[in-house]
T-cell receptor, first 115, second 115 residues
């Protein structure tokens, strides 16, 4: 049973560029959430996708956008990169049953460095 | 406002010592969920436990135990007879009803277990 997978593992971009990160959820999960983890900090929620729509969003600017595909995989796009976007980006998958959220399973993350 | 506080930034112990990681949370919801995750140097967050607000029973899983006290809004984690493999950053997290399972993390506690 494959867990959550993310690609690429590492990425180096220049300020002002755009980046796309990818995530495949754990088998049986239909919900994907994205988190940003700055060095030495806890992860911060960016947004969540369910049924190909953004269902919830954290306090992140519109430069951060996403997409979910029919097979439940997801992409995170960041435009006009800033130095402060350098972080570990974590994808988590889960399912909600009868309105009760179950634990989120995390992927290994993508380390983004903006120079 | 919802918040998770892990006051201990770093803890260092010698193998076989017991160690307790503290977690204090704030929420206005009466229905909420508490989690602990482990983040080894590889970066992937590993789910350890989920607790809902109606279940204050303490839980033990092998060398791990959790103490949930609503009266003090705390959800502490104890490792008995620590091992070097326990070295990691541990995060406490909160999920409120209606948040679709999305997590509010504390800043984490870095545990170093020395042989």
């Amino acid at each position: 049973d494959a867990g959550v997978t993310q690609s690429p593992t590492h990425l180096i971009k220049t300020r002002g560029q755009q980046v796309t990160l990818r995530c495949s959820p754990k088998s049986g999960h239909d919900t994907v959430s994205w988190y940003q983890q700055a060095l030495g900090q806890g992860p911060q929620f960016i947004f969540q996708y369910y049924e190909e729509e953004e269902r919830q969003r954290g306090n992140f600017p519109d430069r951060f956008s996403g997409h979910q595909f029919p097979n439940y995989s997801s992409e995170l796009n960041v435009n006009a990169l800033l130095l402060g976007d350098s972080a570990l980006y974590l994808c988590a998958s889960s399912f909600v049953l009868a309105g009760q959220p179950y634990e989120q399973y995390f992927g290994p993350g993508t380390r983004l460095t903006v120079t | 406002a919802q918040k998770v506080t892990q006051a201990q930034t770093e803890i260092s112990v010698v193998e076989k010592e017991d160690v307790t990681l503290d977690c204090v949370y704030e929420t206005r919801d009466t229905t909420y969920y508490l989690f602990w995750y482990k983040q080894p140097p590889s970066g992937e967050l590993v789910f350890l436990i989920r607790r809902n607000s109606f279940d204050e029973q303490n839980e033990i899983s092998g060398r791990y135990s959790w103490n949930f006290q609503k009266s003090t809004s705390s959800f502490n984690f104890t490792i008995t007879a620590s091992q070097v493999v326990d070295s990691a950053v541990y995060f406490c997290a909160l999920s409120e009803r209606g948040s679709q399972g999305n997590l509010i993390f504390g800043k984490g506690t870095k545990l170093s277990v020395k042989p």
